[in-house]
């Protein structure tokens, strides 16, 4: 099983690295986690096949997270695939989807696909199962906007893959990616609490409760960026492997 971080930014590009796309690819699993604006080009230059992608998730819809939806289903339009796409988030995420679609390429919502194209709702604590994968979604908090917000707990063949999402600090964090086998968590300041935002500090002070075997940063602000010698953990780069 690896993971391949497609892009690992923030909304602004910070130390120039892409929009959030996380790719899992497994002996059956084959899916993204996120797919911000940048992530088609991105996915193209890791030569990364979007053919056998079988399932995105989507955390929530900003555009950093979700843009990149309509580039990736028109990309797989025009490319002539067949085999079935599940898309896969928030409460709304259908309605989400096709305004996505009109605003960037009118009438592109109303396109008869080649290929089957599932879109589906996730609920907090509502177990839902994609094939190898199982997906159970845990509210968190990242403002008024751009919501419903959800992390993942996701297990697939074997393993436990848990990603905190854009939140500040919740304590759903904890059951969500306790004793996972890796733990993706924003970290988008180093010490300072920002509302909506959560800061490293404050994820160290609660990592023992959490437990998970590893953890990898994401979604940093250059606050963080321009500290990582001073970082004991592992922070993402785009197009970093890591096997788990």
């Given at each position: ?19 959030t796309?996380?790719h899992?690819s497994?002996?059956?699993?084959n ?12 996915l ?38 067949t ?29 008869r ?13 509502q177990v ?5 994968v ?8 990242h ?7 959800l ?24 059951p ?11 970290a988008y ?6 509302k909506?935002?959560l800061?490293?500090?404050?994820l160290e ?25 001073e970082?004991?953990h ?11």
């Amino acid at each position: 099983m690896q993971l391949r971080f497609v892009g690992c930014g923030d909304a602004f590009g910070s130390g120039g690295r892409l929009n959030t796309c996380f790719h899992i690819s497994g002996r059956e699993a084959n899916f993204l986690i996120d797919c911000g604006a940048s992530a088609l080009p991105a996915l193209k230059r890791l030569e990364i096949e979007r053919s056998e992608i079988d399932l995105i998730l989507i955390t929530h819809f900003h555009g950093d997270h979700f843009a990149g939806l309509p580039f990736f289903l028109l990309d797989a339009q025009f490319s002539r695939r067949t085999r079935p796409l599940t898309v896969a988030g928030p409460r709304g995420i259908e309605t989400r989807l096709a305004c996505a679609m009109e605003v960037l390429f009118e009438h592109s919502s109303k396109t008869r696909q080649r290929f089957e194209l599932n879109v589906v709702e996730l609920a907090p604590g509502q177990v839902q199962g994609f094939g190898a994968v199982t997906v159970t979604p845990y509210p968190v908090v990242h403002g008024d906007s751009g919501g419903p917000f959800l992390a993942y707990r996701v297990e697939t063949e074997g393993r436990t893959l848990a990603y905190s999402a854009d939140t500040e600090w919740t304590d759903t964090l904890i059951p969500l990616a306790h004793g996972a086998d890796l733990f993706i968590a924003e970290a988008y300041m180093y010490e300072k609490v920002v509302k909506n935002h959560l800061s490293l500090k404050t994820l160290e002070q609660h990592l023992p409760a959490i437990g998970a075997r590893r953890l990898v940063l994401t979604h940093m602000s250059d606050d963080v960026l321009s500290r990582l010698d001073e970082i004991a953990h592992l922070a993402a780069e785009d197009g970093m492997v890591l096997v788990f």
